[in-house]
């Protein structure tokens, strides 16, 4: 009678990590990635991250969720995964505004380069209205959910 061993794979251990711990773990897999691979390869389909791809970087395998911006690559924690889907949404609906009209779609009324939902979903740009304020940063005019950003 043949018996084979059969090597105990090591489970990984659970943890917990904090947000700064993911966000450094994703930079570590992209820098280890060949080419052009970046962070939205850790992107499932609700815009969270598959932590379970990063197990290595953070010590073991973790049961929380964080979230994935796919437009502006921000990351965030399970009370905040909201924030990610009215970025991603917004984000592609400035930057086709801007394509065909070559204007920022901005409040005049606001101190901050903040986002005019109305004019955006009056030109049927958006079809969703985010109950926060959205920012336009002048880097690549990318969007910000933090006001601080301007401060």
Do not use: C, W
């Not at 010590?59 to 437009?71: A, D, N, P, T, V």
């Amino acid at each position: 009678m043949l018996f084979k061993k059969f090597k105990k794979e090591a489970v990984p251990r659970q943890v917990t990590v904090t947000l700064p711990e993911v966000k450094q773990a994703v930079r570590q897999f992209e820098k280890d990635m060949p080419g052009k691979i970046n962070r939205t390869v850790l992107m499932r389909e609700d815009k969270s991250i598959d932590l379970s791809r990063l197990a290595r970087y953070l010590g073991g395998r973790s049961e929380q969720k964080f979230y994935l911006s796919r437009e502006t690559f921000e990351i965030f924690e399970e009370k905040d995964k909201e924030i990610p889907y009215f970025l991603d949404m917004v984000q592609s609906a400035v930057d086709n505004y801007i394509s065909d009209t070559g204007k920022l779609p901005l409040l005049e009324e606001s101190d901050l380069p903040e986002v005019h939902y109305h004019l955006l979903a009056s030109q049927r740009y958006l079809k969703e209205m985010p109950p926060f304020p959205l920012y336009i940063t002048e880097e690549e005019l990318m969007l910000t959910h933090r006001p601080e950003h301007f401060g």
